[in-house]
């Protein structure tokens, strides 16, 4: 599994207007190919009476699947660009539709190649993109006489306590960045003079939204 990884938060859209067509862009988040080919096939039906419907998608770990669609436009000028901006974001299970409805002046190849990109990445600003960090759930269960301590440090750190048991003693549950378990178990055993009882658990995805326009 990637340690980190970028993708987009989830739905956003965004429309321009060039040359008198307009140009709509709708990004969401497609972990599945299946997942990619139902929100591109809702965008087709809310815009069946579009000139284009153009569409580009990346799904997988090591971007095993990618499939680019120029809908009918010029081979090349618009589901290639289009699927060339997510990969220059790095991103990972995207999909992106741009919905195009003719003005009446035509754009030209470069043009066309420039107003699918510049469709897409503000379809990209809309939806926002966030990173997905790999932690591991690190338990550490104490007696109630270090739980003031142990919780006013974790609050205070950089790890995030994802949720506190209270049973016959008080166990944490706390998501670590996967290279820091060594750290935070010294940590840990130093806070509470080796009275704490640390297990290593299950790793989970958090995410992290990115400033805007990263």
Known sequence: MLQKYYTVKGYGEREIVIEKSRFIC???RAETE???VAFI?????????????????LIG??????????????????G??????????GLKDTVAVVTRYFGGIKLGAG?????YSRAVSEGLNAAGIVERRLMRIMNVTIDYTWLGKVENELRSSVYTIK???YA???????????DSQLPFSEWMTELTNGRADIQAGETEYVEFTLPSGS
């Open 61 to 78: 770990e090591h971007d095993q699947i990618q499939k680019a669609n120029d809908d009918g436009e010029p081979s090349g000028t618009a």
């Open 168 to 178: 016959d003693r008080v166990t944490f549950a706390v998501l670590v960045p996967e």
């Open 34 to 36: 299946e997942e990619a």
């Open 80 to 89: 290639v660009p289009m699927l060339e901006v997510l990969k220059k974001k």
């Open 41 to 57: 096939q809702q965008i087709k039906k809310k815009h069946w009476d579009a000139t284009h419907n153009c569409s580009a998608y």
């Open 111 to 115: 043009g066309l190649v420039r107003a």
């Open 163 to 165: 949720t506190i048991h």
């Open 26 to 28: 709708y990004i969401n």
